[in-house]
Nanobody, 121 residues
Framework: QVQLVQSGGGLVQAGGSLRLSCAAS????????MGWFRQAPGKEREFVASINWSGSNTYYGNSVKGRFLISRDNAKNTVYLQMNSLKPEDMANYYCAAGSTSSESQNYRYWGQGTQVTVSS
């Protein structure tokens, strides 16, 4: 059983930055491909970014490419999402997930509890 515990999130002005973290309760020698998704009220879940087990390959959704960065620290079993140049349309509940680098949420096995990101205009 894998548990993903998220931290970060909060309120930020448009144009600002925020970093989300996702810590996995797995053995330190175990790594998984990881992804970030987001979901705004009344909208379907949207792919944000993903990263392979080593961090050498990263993928981004078109809506965040060039603004967001995904990274990982395997010594801490933690994946990060650095969000820059935030826009009001980035406002959503953000979820980390483990098991794939796919843009399709059904390919992920484990999910974090979510964290809210609010962007003021």
């Amino acid at each position: 059983q894998v548990q993903l515990v998220q931290s970060g999130g909060g309120l930020v002005q448009a144009g600002g930055s925020l970093r989300l973290s996702c810590a996995a309760s797995v053995r330190t020698s175990t790594t998984y491909p990881m992804g970030w998704f987001r979901q705004a009220p009344g909208k379907e879940r949207e792919f944000v970014a993903s990263i392979n087990w080593s961090g050498s390959n990263t993928y981004y959704g078109n809506s965040v490419k060039g603004r967001f960065l995904i990274s990982r620290d395997n010594a801490k079993n933690t994946v990060y999402l650095q969000m820059n140049s935030l826009k009001p349309e980035d406002m959503a509940n953000y979820y980390c997930a483990a098991g794939s680098t796919s843009s399709e949420s059904q390919n992920y096995r484990y999910w974090g509890q979510g964290t809210q990101v609010t962007v003021s205009s």
